[in-house]
């Protein structure tokens, strides 16, 4: 089995590393960089949208997968998950959704929002950001992992976002939606929490597994890798008894997991 693990706004494949070399052990795992994030930040791509994100991440499916997978989407790249499976990909097994932005646009403070664009590429501005998504003092690596992604993230993209991107509504296409969601939420996260799942995503998917992790808040994989490592192996064991659904929704045995 593959697990596609996607990183949150202004990050990189990095946040995944911890993660990664838990998960390795009984997985193939991909971490790519969504456009003008990580080490795309040099892309002369110019479209930053949620389709955009997207079709990256589908391309990377048909010349990357070769097995059932799971899709992990962390924030922002949560809006991108969703709408990837929302396209009904051959092989996807389910999502684990990491404090995702919600299908519906996503309400971020005005001041919050014009403080991120006004400061971006400031070091001081970006240790600032640090500090508001996190609820455990990270390694000082780990650390410089966030800042340093944040600082190197392309500024067209950075604005897209914040602009664009996170106010995009794809709620009409969540009906397409088949798989089953694994949602993790940090205890601390201001932003992103129980409330505002049940005023959005479990509108379209109710009854859906909603697991909270204590003293964490945004940034999950690198505040409390062991424990959302076992979620996704949990969460993905459960998938690998299940049939592996198709775009036509038929259905069929899946092969063994590595």
Known sequence: ??????????SSHRE?????????QNYTCLAPDLRGFGDDASTTETDFSVDAMTD???ALIREQVREPFVLVGHSMSGKVALNVAARQPDGLLGLVLLAPSPPSPEPID???????LTTHGQ??????????ITAVQLSEAYGEIII???LRASPAAWAAW???GSREDISDRMEHVQAPIQIVLGEKDDHINADLMQKTLLTHFPGTSMITIERAAHVLPLEKPAEVAAIVDTFAAWLS???TPTPSGATRPMPPVN
């Open 123 to 132: 070091r001081e501005a970006a240790e600032e950001t640090l500090s508001k």
């Open 148 to 150: 340093s992604d944040d």
């Open 56 to 58: 990256d991440v589908l």
């Open 1 to 10: 089995m593959t697990l596609i693990l996607l990183h949150f706004f202004g």
């Open 241 to 243: 008894s299940k049939p």
């Open 162 to 164: 914040l602009e664009r």
């Open 110 to 116: 005005d001041d919050e929002s014009q403080r991120l």
């Open 16 to 24: 995944y590393g911890p993660m990664i070399d838990i998960l390795s």
